[in-house]
């Protein structure tokens, strides 16, 4: 079946750093794929969709890339701030259903 | 303002009680969501539904019923508590559509003691 996974239970910087997050996907559909992220005490917020039909999507200074030859979906962001801490999500539209990664932890030490 | 309102935001009760959880959205969306959310597991499907009457099980269904009312209404009720339901519950909607994001609720938190 599909399967989204993100093996970075927990990654910590500090501020200006560079973030790197690791997604990898399987999925016999044509994939539409998100990255979500949840502040303390809130629901989990879209924070950028890609599609096969535009392979990138930016928001926020975040940025990821569809690999269809790989089947990645990595996060990056070039200089990470203490207002980034929060669990980011990658996720897979599969046929109408969403597949959730278990998430990864950003704590940006001080 | 697209919105999916959950009450209570949070709730206590005692093993074998009875709750129902609500929720709302104001999207015009078809779809709505229920999902659980505990350490270690992320966010897990429990029932979602396509519209006012129709109901699917997601893939923890087990000890929930949920009934979509309206399009804007659908609830999870919990008839016989128990404390390993004990958790942060998400409701969210979306269109429906192919590549639609779910828009998420602030959540609610349930303690079954």
């Known amino acids: 079946g599909d399967s989204v996974t993100q093996m970075q239970g927990q990654v910590t910087l500090s501020e200006d750093d560079f973030l790197f997050i690791n997604c990898t996907y399987s999925t016999t559909w044509y994939p539409t794929l998100f990255w979500y992220v949840q502040y303390p005490g809130e629901g989990p917020q879209l924070l950028l969709k890609?599609?096969?039909a535009n392979n990138k999507g930016i928001s926020r200074g975040f940025e990821a890339t569809y690999d269809k030859r790989t089947t990645s979906f990595h996060l990056q962001k070039a200089s990470v701030q203490e207002s980034d801490s929060a669990v980011y999500y990658c996720v897979l539209d599969s046929n109408y259903q969403l597949i959730w990664g278990s998430g990864t932890k950003l704590i940006i030490k001080p | 303002e697209a919105a999916v309102t959950q009450s209570p935001r949070n709730k206590v009760t005692v093993t074998g009680g009875n709750v129902t959880l609500s929720c709302r959205q104001t999207?015009?969306?078809?779809?709505m969501y229920w999902y659980r959310q505990d350490t270690g597991h992320g966010l897990r499907l429990i029932h979602y539904s396509y519209g006012a009457g129709n109901l699917q099980i997601g893939d923890v269904p087990d000890g929930y019923k949920a009934t979509r009312t309206t399009q804007e209404d659908f609830f999870l009720l919990l008839e016989l508590a128990s404390p390993s339901q004990t958790s942060l519950y998400f409701c969210?909607?979306?269109?429906?559509?192919?590549?639609?994001?779910?828009?998420f609720g602030e959540g609610t938190r349930l303690s079954v003691l």
């Open positions: 999207n015009s969306h078809n779809y």
């Open positions: 890609v599609t096969t």
């Open positions: 969210a909607s979306s269109e429906g559509n192919n590549n639609q994001a779910p828009l």
